[in-house]
C-alpha cells in the first residue's frame, strides 16, 4: 500500500522550531515500510516558513498583550503558521496516488488544525484518513463523535498502521488493528491500544532533513519511555509504562546520527536518568560519542534529582544546556503537585556544574496554590545565580483530573500556553507582566555592558513603578502598553 504520513503546519503565536521533528512519524515510517509497504513522509514545518495569518476570535483578548515591540522585554507578536499551506498539501495528495494518508496531532490546542486539514483532503479524494498522537489520546471519545478523519489511532502508531493498512487492503480484519478507532455499522468500536515504546521493533529511523540549534543540525531521539512520577499537573504517565532501550540499540542510532551529519542529539524523555546503573552505562557512551563530535541537549526538561549524582558527568558527555524543571520553589506547592525535587537539588547542580555549560530552569507560573510574587523572587534568585528562568503559563491538558476538575473548556485552542486562559482579565495581565519580568532578566545577563542597556533599564523598571509597560516601537519610541496590577519586587534592578 501507498502510504502518506503527514506532520502537519501549526498554528500558534510562538514556535520553537528545532524541536519540531517529526520523531513518531518517522518511527511510523520505518515500521511500515519494515510491513512492506511505500511511505512518503511529508513534514510540513521542515520548510521553516512562517506566515502572519488572522489571529482567531477566540484570541481576540491577546491583542493587548502581543503587540510589536522591539524591546527585549517583548512578548509574542501576531498569530502564525509554521510550515506549507494546507492547498500546498492538498495539492501534493493530488498529484501522488496514496492508498492512505495518516495525519499526527500531538497537542491538544492544535488539534482543530488538524481536523481541518482533514476535511479539506476529504472534499477532493476519497483516500482514507487517519489521525493519531497524544491529543487522540487525551480525548478520544469526543473526537471520535466529530472527526473528518475516517479513522483513528490511539497508543503507539507504528504497531497501529502497518497492520491498518493490511486490513483496507483485506489481509486482516479491522478488530485485529490495536488502537484503531473506526466505525463498525454506525457504531464507535475502540480496539484496545498498544503501548509498546516507539522502538519496540527495533527500529532506527532514517531521518530526512535536519532543523538547527544555534547553527548546528539536530535531531532528536528517545532513550526510555514512561515516567516512574506522578506529578498532578502531566500526563505522561497516563499512557506510558515505564521503559528503557538497550544501551547498544542507542549507540547503534547514535553511531547512525552522527555519519548523517547530526551535531546535536536532543534527547526527548519524560525522566531520563531515572535510573542509576542504567545512567552510568549511557553516560559512558555519550562521553564516547561527544569525543567523537555530537552534542547533547534534553529539551523536554530534566528531573534535577535524577541528575544530581552525575552533574559534573553531564558537562563531560557533551551537554551544552540543562533545562531543568523547578515548577515551583515553594515547598508545600511541590508536595501538594507530588514533584521529586525542590530548589536546593538545583542550586548543588548549578554550583556542581561551575558555568561549564548553560543552564535554565522552568517554572509555572499560575499553578494553583502558587503565588506571582513568589515566582518572582525565585526567578531573581536564579538570576543572582547567574543561570536563566524560563516561564511555561499554566495551561489546562485535557484527560488531566486536576485540569478537568478546572474545567476545560469546549475550544480546546484556548488550551495551550499562549493563550494566558485559566486567569481572569487581572491575574492574567500580571502572568503577562511576568512573563515580560523574565524576559528582561534573562536578557540581563549577557547584555548588562551593552550600550542601550541603560535605556532598556530605564524604561524597564518605570514600568514596573507606574505598572503599566512600555513597548518599543521599529521608529526607536517607547509608547504606553498594558496596565496590570500586582506588586514586583525588583529594587535591585532600580
Known amino acids: 500500500m501507498k502510504i502518506l504520513l503527514i506532520a502537519p503546519p501549526i498554528f500558534d503565536f510562538y514556535f520553537t522550531t528545532h524541536r519540531m521533528e517529526p520523531l513518531g512519524l518517522l518511527y511510523i515510517k520505518e515500521a511500515s515500510a519494515k510491513a512492506g509497504h511505500d511511505v512518503t513522509l511529508y513534514d510540513a514545518t521542515l520548510s521553516g516558513k512562517v506566515k502572519r495569518v488572522a489571529t482567531p476570535p477566540e484570541f481576540a483578548y491577546l491583542d493587548k498583550f502581543y503587540e510589536e515591540d522591539i524591546s527585549p522585554f517583548s512578548l509574542h507578536s501576531g498569530y502564525k503558521r509554521l510550515g506549507d499551506s494546507s492547498l500546498k498539501i492538498v ?16 497537542f491538544s490546542p492544535y488539534h482543530p488544525d488538524v481536523e481541518l486539514l482533514a476535511a479539506e483532503i476529504k472534499k477532493v479524494t476519497n483516500i482514507p484518513v487517519v489521525i493519531g498522537g497524544t491529543a487522540v489520546n487525551a480525548q478520544k471519545k469526543k473526537i471520535a463523535e466529530t472527526t473528518a478523519a475516517d479513522y483513528l489511532n490511539c497508543g503507539n502508531g507504528a504497531v497501529t498502521l502497518p497492520l491498518l493498512a493490511d486490513a483496507i487492503e483485506g489481509k486482516i480484519s479491522f478488530e485485529k488493528v490495536p488502537g484503531l478507532i473506526w466505525r463498525k455499522e454506525g457504531e464507535i468500536i475502540f480496539n484496545e491500544p498498544s503501548f509498546e515504546p516507539a522502538w519496540c521493533e527495533d527500529l532506527i529511523p532514517h531521518r530526512v532533513g535536519f532543523r538547527y540549534f544555534r547553527k548546528k543540525k539536530i535531531s532528536k531521539m528517545i532513550f526510555s519511555a514512561g515516567c516512574r512520577n506522578r506529578c498532578a499537573f502531566c500526563s505522561i504517565h497516563r499512557d506510558n509504562r515505564l521503559a528503557f532501550r538497550e544501551i547498544s540499540h542507542i549507540k547503534k542510532e547514535l553511531e547512525y546520527l552522527l555519519s548523517i551529519g547530526a ?4 534527547i526527548e524523555d519524560d525522566d531520563i536518568f531515572s535510573n542509576g546503573e542504567y545512567t552510568t552505562q549511557l553516560l559512558d557512551i555519550l562521553e564516547e560519542m561527544h569525543g567523537k ?3 547533547f541537549t534534553a529539551m523536554n526538561g530534566l528531573t534535577a534529582r535524577n541528575i544530581l549524582p552525575f552533574a559534573e558527568r553531564l558537562v563531560t558527555s557533551g551537554f551544552i544546556k540543562l533545562d531543568l524543571s523547578l515548577v515551583s520553589a515553594e515547598k508545600s506547592v511541590a508536595k501538594g503537585l507530588h514533584r521529586p525535587h525542590g530548589i ?14 548553560e543552564i535554565e530552569v522552568f517554572l509555572i507560573p499560575g499553578l494553583p496554590g502558587t503565588e506571582l510574587a513568589d515566582t518572582c523572587n525565585t526567578l531573581l534568585h536564579l538570576n543572582k545565580l547567574g543561570v536563566k528562568g524560563g516561564l511555561s503559563p499554566l495551561y489546562l491538558v485535557p484527560g488531566v483530573p486536576m485540569f478537568e476538575e478546572m474545567g476545560i473548556p469546549e475550544n480546546v485552542r484556548l488550551c495551550r500556553g499562549s493563550a494566558l486562559y485559566p486567569f481572569d482579565d487581572e491575574k492574567r495581565a500580571n502572568v503577562a507582566a511576568l512573563l515580560k519580568i523574565s524576559r528582561f532578566l534573562n536578557y ?3 547584555h548588562k555592558n551593552d550600550e542601550n ?4 533599564l ?6 514596573l513603578k507606574r505598572k503599566r509597560w512600555f513597548k518599543q516601537g521599529r521608529d526607536g519610541i517607547w509608547r504606553d502598553s498594558f496596565e496590570f496590577s500586582e506588586n514586583f519586587d525588583l529594587k535591585e534592578f532600580s
Open 344 to 357: 536546593a537539588e538545583i542550586e548543588e547542580i548549578i554550583r556542581r556544574t561551575d558555568g561549564k555549560t
Open 91 to 106: 495539492d501534493f495528495i493530488k498529484e501522488n496516488n496514496f492508498d492512505l494518508v495518516a495525519l499526527s496531532s500531538l
Open 444 to 446: 540581563s545577563l549577557e
Open 293 to 295: 563530535g555530537l552534542c
Open 458 to 463: 530605564n524604561y524597564f523598571n518605570k514600568s
Open 263 to 266: 551535531e546535536v542529539v536532543d
Open 453 to 456: 542597556y541603560p535605556e532598556i
